[in-house]
């Protein structure tokens, strides 16, 4: 199905909202190109944000045309494309269900992770540890509701399972163990770790150190500053 789609994600220098995608896309071996913004466009993020939909991104162009902003549209229209969407109506709204309970992991999560630094950081990372207990409770429990795992629906991974993955990982960049009273948790994010071409993923993508003090993606070899700007 991919030789008939030409994908194009566009996005900035963060290990953030276009991880579930290019995840995904990787699993099923759906080509596409990833292009930072400054790149794509040809100038400054600054400028070229007032010609982009409601000035967001992540965007995915399709065939060069169609471009779909919106972290949310753009994995469900993927998950058509990956095998990761359910084709029965009912269990396609309960792994919708979990996707959207993830989405609501990226204001406490990506930022702290990606951008923020010193004091706003420290105390960011301490909102999050302290809410953070209930919301994986209550993941846990919707994961531990299938008996055959170790997904959240069974055997077969769905587009909800690597949105979760991501928000986890995350989570453990934060504080190592915080997954490990759930072993069924740590199941997962094994399981998913370990899917073909999500593994050699993870494996090549680029490394984020000194979270917290001077956040850097390294591509290439070369520590390039996280961020919307080119460094």
């Avoid at 007032?50 to 994995?75: D, K």
Wanted: charged fraction near 20%; aromatic fraction near 12%.
């Amino acid at each position: 199905m991919s030789e008939h789609h030409k994908l194009e994600l566009i996005y900035f220098n963060l290990r953030a909202l276009a991880e579930s995608p290019q995840m995904m896309m990787h699993y099923a071996g759906v080509e596409y190109r990833y292009e930072m913004a400054w790149d794509y466009y040809g100038k400054p993020w600054s400028e070229a944000k007032l010609e982009v939909a409601f000035g967001q991104l992540p965007v995915l162009v399709v065939n060069e045309t169609v471009h779909i902003w919106q972290s949310g549209a753009i994995v469900r229209y993927l998950a058509k494309l990956t095998g990761t969407m359910p084709e029965d109506h009912l269990l396609a709204a309960r792994v919708d269900a979990v996707f959207e309970q993830s989405q609501e992991l990226f204001a406490p999560l990506n930022p702290t992770v990606n951008v923020r630094i010193g004091e706003d950081h420290l105390k960011l990372k301490e909102n999050f540890l302290s809410s953070f207990p209930v919301i994986l409770k209550n993941f846990t429990r919707q994961l531990e509701q299938s008996d055959e795992g170790p997904f959240f629906f069974g055997s077969q991974p769905y587009y909800c399972d690597f949105s979760v993955y991501h928000h986890f990982s995350l989570a453990t960049i934060l504080q190592q163990d915080i997954l490990n009273a759930y072993p069924s948790v740590l199941d997962f994010m094994v399981a998913v770790k370990n899917l073909s071409g999500v593994k050699e993923y993870l494996a090549s993508r680029p490394e984020i150190i000194d979270v917290g003090t001077d956040p850097k993606l390294i591509i290439d070899g070369i520590a390039q500053p996280t961020g919307t700007k080119p460094s």
